[in-house]
């Protein structure tokens, strides 16, 4: 039996409507999920919303609203967003289901306990729109305003008693964690970034606030809520019913493979959320990836700025496949994107409607014409055939390789590589031109339909729908689908029909 796999998005704030950027967090998400989950791992991915602190009450306010009815409307919008961008994930948490403040407060005990907390006063710096709290060094002044220099978000001081968790006491054996653990954090550039943050000294770090109550009480002093990012990083560990340790969910899937985030909130999830663990004594996630930004004309997409592609939007004229194709190939993996309506246009023409739409296409139409749509019986595969059919057992391993390190433009690009190679393969064999030889023909055939079988199964985690629109020509069901078959040169020996195939991707007009 293969490993299990625990997979996770941040939890998003429904402060405002979903946009690009949470979408590429969870597509990428997702297509890990499927991807472990044809190569036979047990999965669980997880998504959900980040409900509490100071952030959603103000916006709670100023919409006149309760802030739990609030929640409870916007956080609907990121479930529908979910279903929308087809994501397979088996649970959505939100931070104020009764599941997750018992395991909070489970969490808090345990470190009050063990004295990796205490009660002082915290005067600084925070900014709402981060929930962050920053030192002199990391603020500057724009026109008369303090901002965050990292975010550009607007500061505000706050005087107030706190409790602290003692942090620096956590600041060597953090940089154990990362030595002893050097795939910890991904990208290596990144990585590079939380280290000298932490050598250059932890400070204890404030986690709880007094000033607003929205959120979950300190259990041992109800005036103190929380720091919301101590509640919403314990999500990661509230869906696996935590603190349920000896059952079943739990023990099948902590500690987590992988927290997929992006790059702006990799402290917390890279140092704190570590720190907290080890203080409780609770083994830390493997893996946080942190990717880079969508961004809109060289800038990060976001709505003070105006310049937001809007998924629901893009999804409603172009389809779900098409941008989730164009953000898992376009943008460079680990790094900052530029993405825009032109390109993901040309991605559509050039890969989806010329590349797969078309071998699936040609090769379906010419076998309905020339073999009434039956999967050849007989067929004897050349030194050429083999070589192409043969190409994926030889990479499989390399792949995974890759995958294993969250490459995914290298996947992409095998995938874009091995379909110009199938369609050139069709094109030089000319099957049109062997009708006095019904043996090369069928061949020519059954090697092209693997092909498509092949590559559909690798396009599985990128374009789930049109994946399996494409395998069930085969009768290959979602469960048929598996990593392992892609080296099975005959897996269609068996298979007698074929079902007609409409057009996968309209190319468009411009
Ligand atoms: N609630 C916190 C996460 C808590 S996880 C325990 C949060 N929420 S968020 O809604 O503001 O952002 C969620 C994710 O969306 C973050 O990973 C953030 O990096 C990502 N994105 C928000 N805007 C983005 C882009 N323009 N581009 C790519 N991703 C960005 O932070």
């Not at 505000?156 to 954090?185: A, D, G, R, T």
């Not at 509640?231 to 990661?236: G, I, M």
């Not at 032109?342 to 379906?364: H, M, T």
Request: charged fraction near 30%.
């Amino acid at each position: 039996m293969k490993d299990n796999f625990y997979i996770t998005t941040p939890i998003y704030y429904p402060s405002a409507k979903p946009h690009m950027g949470h979408a590429y967090s969870s597509i990428v998400a997702d297509f890990f999920a499927r991807l472990k989950r044809i190569q036979g791992h047990k999965v669980f991915f997880l998504t959900g919303t980040d409900e509490h602190g100071q952030k959603i009450q103000r916006a709670a306010e100023k919409s006149n609203k309760d802030p739990l009815k609030f929640c409870d409307e916007i956080s609907k919008t990121f479930r529908n967003l979910s279903s929308l961008l087809n994501l397979s994930n088996d649970d959505f948490i939100r931070t104020t289901e009764k599941r997750h403040a018992s395991a909070v407060t489970n969490l808090w005990n345990i470190l009050e306990k063990k004295e990796e907390i205490y009660l002082s006063k915290y005067s600084g710096w925070y900014s709402v729109s981060d929930e962050a709290f920053y030192n002199e060094d990391e603020i500057e002044d724009l026109d008369g305003k303090k901002i965050s220099k990292s975010s550009g978000s607007p500061v505000e001081w706050v005087e107030e008693e706190s409790y602290f968790f003692k942090l620096s006491k956590w600041q060597e054996p953090l940089l154990k964690f990362y030595s002893e653990n050097p795939k910890f954090i991904l990208p290596k550039s990144r990585k590079n970034e939380v280290i000298s943050f932490v050598k250059s000294g932890l400070k204890d770090l404030s986690v709880s606030r007094k000033s607003f109550s929205w959120g979950i009480k300190v259990p041992s002093n109800k005036d103190h809520v929380i720091y919301v990012w101590l509640d919403a990083l314990t999500n990661y560990l509230s869906a696996l019913n935590y603190p349920k340790e000896t059952e079943r969910l739990y023990k099948d899937f902590w500690p987590a493979n992988i927290h997929i985030i992006g790059k702006d909130i990799l402290r917390f999830h890279a140092v704190y959320w570590p720190a907290f663990l080890l203080a409780a004594g609770i083994k830390p996630p493997q893996r946080v990836y942190g990717h880079g930004w969508i961004l809109s004309g060289d800038e990060k997409m976001s709505k003070s700025k105006g310049n937001i592609l809007d998924p629901i939007e893009i999804i409603d004229i172009y389809g779900l496949d098409a941008l989730r194709y164009y953000l898992l190939k376009e943008v460079s993996f680990g790094n900052d994107g530029n993405i825009s309506k032109e390109k993901l246009e040309s991605c559509i023409n050039s890969d989806l409607a010329n590349n797969y739409g078309n071998l699936c296409q040609r090769v379906i139409l010419f076998c309905e014409k020339n073999l009434a749509l039956k999967v050849p019986e007989k067929y004897s595969f050349t030194k050429e055939d083999l070589k192409i059919l043969n190409d994926f057992n030889e990479n499989i391993k390399n792949i995974e390789k890759q995958i294993n390190d969250q490459n995914i433009n290298y996947y992409v690009e095998y995938v874009v590589n091995q379909l110009f190679k199938a369609n050139k393969y069709f094109n030089d064999q000319a099957p049109w031109t062997k009708k006095d030889d019904i043996l090369r023909l069928n061949t020519i055939v059954f090697v092209s339909l693997e092909l498509i079988r092949k590559i559909s199964i690798l396009l599985y985690p990128i374009i789930p729908n049109t994946s399996l629109k494409v395998l069930n020509i085969f009768s290959m069901m979602e469960k048929d689908i598996k990593f392992d078959t892609i080296s099975n040169n005959e897996y269609l020996k068996d298979k007698k029909e074929i079902i007609k195939l409409g057009i996968l991707f309209e190319k468009i007009k411009r």
